[in-house]
C-alpha cells in the first residue's frame, strides 16, 4: 500500500491483469466487488478487525513491485495494519476503476489521496480472487505506480512519508526498509535541482494528529495563529527536521526559564528569611513569629502549583483497566484505534507557567500526538483526542482544593459525538503520578485512574523495551483477542 518503484515485469504483469478483467467480464463477480468494496472500506476506516475480516484465513498476498509475498490472515492484516501507518489518517484509498473479471475475480485501479488538498500520494493495481462460498478475499495480486509522476508540491508530502518507512518494521516484509531507503534517495534526488527555484512550505510546530499519522499540537499564542492553521492544513508539517527542531528549541528554553524563576524564588525566600531573623530578638525567634515564618512557608508551598514535567510510565499493575476499556467504548473507538490506545506507554510532559504539554509515548509509528494547552489563561482549539473530524476546545488549570489538587485538563467538542473529557494529574506522597479521566457523551460516560511512575532511561529505552515486549502488530492482535479484548 505504500508508494513503491514499479518493476518493468510488473508493470507488465499490472496491465495484462487490467485487460483479463476488462476482457473476461462475469456476472458472478458481484460477490467478489462487495468484498473488495469492504476491504477498502476497513483500510480507510483503520479497523483492524474489518480488515482481518475481510480477508479468508490462508490468504495469500503477492506485491509485484517488491517481489515479496505473504500468507494467512494474521500476516496480511499486518502488512495493511504497518502500511497504514505510514500515511497519514486523512489519506484515504479512492477506486477509480472495479472490473469484474473470470469467475470470483475483481481487478481495481485505486488511488491514495488526500481529501483536503488531492494531493495524490500512490496508485496502482491490484487482482482480488474470492474464496468459494465464504465471501472472503483468498488471494491479492497488486502493484503501484512509480513516484516519479507526482509534482514538486506532493513529492514534499512524500518525502517525510518514505522516510518513516525505514524505521524499525516487523520481519513480515523484511525486503521493505531496503525499498523504502531507496524510494527516499530517489526522492531527494529529485526535489535537490529544484532546491533553489520553489521556496520550502513554511515549518510550523503546530499541527493536526488527524492523523493518527501527525503530531497533534495546539498553543494558545494568538500570534502563532496563522501559522497553526496552515500547519492544520497539512498532515505531514510536523514531520519536517525545521519543525522538530523549532520545538526542541521550545523545550529548553521552557526548562531553562523555569530553572531560573526556581533559583530567583529561592534567593528571595532565603532573603526575607534573612531579614526577619536579624529583625527578631532571641525570644521572638522561637515564639509567634516563628510560628508565623513556618505558616507563611507552609502556605506559599500549597500555592506553588506541583511540577509534572518529565516522562512516566504507565504502572499498568496499579492503573484501573477495566474503567479504561470502558472509556474507550464510550468514546466510540474502532478497533485500530483501541489496539493503539492500549500500547500507549507512558507521557512526557513539559510544564511552564504558561502551558501544559503532554505528548503520549507509543511504539505505534502512526499515533503521534503531542497536546499543547494553555495553562492558568485562556484555551486553545485543537485536532479531537478521538480523531474524528472536527475540533475540541482544551484548557488547563491548577487546582489545590480539599478534593483536587495538580493540574485540571479540561476539553469539550461538538458533533459527530459531541462530549467532554476531563483529566487531573495529580502526585502521590511516593512520587508516583495519577491521571484521573472522566468522559461524558450523551448519557453515557465512564472514569478510570491511570497510574504512572517516573521513567529511570530515556523515551528511546522505553519505546526499545515496549518493541521487544509487544513484537509485531500481528503479535499485539493475536494477545489482546487471547485477552478477550475487541480489536
Known amino acids: 500500500m505504500q508508494p513503491v518503484c514499479l518493476h518493468q515485469a510488473g508493470r507488465r504483469r499490472a496491465s495484462q491483469l487490467h485487460a483479463a478483467a476488462a476482457a473476461r467480464p462475469d456476472n458472478n463477480a458481484t460477490q467478489a466487488t462487495d468484498a ?33 509475498s505473504l500468507a494467512g490472515n494474521t500476516a496480511v492484516t499486518s502488512f495493511f495494519v504497518e502500511s497504514l501507518a505510514a500515511v497519514p489518517r486523512e489519506a484515504a484509498f479512492e477506486l477509480e476503476t472495479v472490473a469484474g473479471a473470470a469467475g470470483s475475480a475483481v481487478t481495481v485501479v485505486w488511488r491514495l489521496v488526500l481529501p483536503s488538498s488531492q494531493a495524490l500520494l500512490s496508485r496502482g493495481i491490484a487482482l482480488y480472487t474470492l474464496q468459494p462460498g465464504s465471501g472472503c478475499i483468498a488471494a491479492v495480486t497488486e502493484c503501484h505506480e ?16 518514505v522516510a518513516g518507512l525505514a524505521g524499525p518494521l516487523p520481519a513480515v516484509l523484511p525486503g521493505l526498509q531496503e525499498v523504502s531507503r531507496g524510494l527516499q534517495q530517489g526522492v531527494d534526488s529529485l526535489l535537490q535541482p529544484l532546491a533553489d527555484l520553489v521556496a520550502p512550505p513554511s515549518s510550523s510546530s503546530s499541527s493536526s494528529s488527524g492523523s493518527t499519522f501527525s503530531t497533534l499540537s495546539s498553543s494558545g499564542n494568538s500570534q502563532a495563529s496563522a501559522a497553526s492553521a496552515a500547519a492544520a492544513r497539512s498532515p505531514l508539517q510536523p514531520m519536517q527536521p525545521a519543525a522538530a527542531a523549532s520545538s526542541v528549541q521550545q523545550r529548553a528554553a ?18 526575607g528569611s534573612g531579614a526577619a531573623s536579624s529583625r527578631q530578638g532571641p525570644a521572638e525567634g522561637s515564639g509567634a513569629a516563628g510560628s508565623a515564618a513556618a505558616a507563611a512557608a507552609a502556605a506559599a508551598a500549597a500555592a506553588k502549583p506541583e511540577d509534572f514535567s518529565g516522562l512516566w510510565v504507565k504502572d499498568a499493575a496499579r492503573s484501573d483497566l477495566s474503567g479504561y476499556e470502558a472509556m474507550l467504548d464510550v468514546l466510540g473507538l474502532s478497533g485500530m484505534q483501541k489496539v493503539t490506545a492500549r500500547l500507549i506507554e507512558g507521557v512526557e510532559i513539559q510544564q511552564t507557567s504558561l502551558k501544559f504539554t503532554v505528548s503520549f509515548v507509543t ?19 485543537q485536532r479531537r483526542r478521538d480523531l474524528r473530524q472536527g475540533q475540541q476546545s482544551a484548557a488547563a488549570r491548577t487546582v489545590a482544593s480539599a478534593e483536587q489538587r495538580g493540574v485540571l485538563v479540561e476539553m469539550a467538542w461538538g458533533a459527530p459525538l459531541a462530549g467532554t473529557l476531563t483529566e487531573l494529574y495529580s502526585l502521590l506522597p511516593d512520587g508516583s503520578m495519577t491521571v484521573t479521566a472522566e468522559t461524558r457523551i450523551g448519557s453515557k460516560q465512564a ?28 503479535d499485539v492482535l493475536r494477545k489482546q483477542r487471547d485477552q478477550g479484548l475487541s480489536v
Do not use: M, W
Request: aromatic share 6%; glycine share 8%; proline share 4%.
Open 36 to 68: 473488495v468494496t469492504r476491504l477498502y472500506a476497513a483500510l480507510n476506516a483503520r479497523d483492524a478487525a474489518a480488515i482481518s475480516g475481510c480477508l479468508a484465513a490462508d490468504v495469500a498476498y503477492e506485491n509485484l513491485a517488491i517481489a515479496d
Open 146 to 161: 512509480h513516484p516519479v509522476k507526482l509534482s514538486y508540491s506532493q513529492l514534499l508530502l512524500v518525502r517525510p512519508l
Open 254 to 271: 521552557a526548562r531553562v526559564a523555569a530553572a531560573k524563576a526556581r533559583r530567583l524564588s529561592a534567593a528571595g525566600a532565603g532573603g
Open 363 to 381: 511504539v505505534v509509528p502512526f499515533f503521534k500526538v503531542t497536546e499543547e494547552v494553555p495553562l492558568n489563561g485562556g484555551s486553545t482549539q
Open 447 to 474: 472514569k478510570a485512574v491511570t497510574v504512572y511512575k517516573r521513567a529511570a532511561g530515556s523515551r528511546e529505552a522505553l519505546l526499545a523495551d515496549s518493541r521487544r515486549r509487544n513484537g509485531s502488530v500481528g
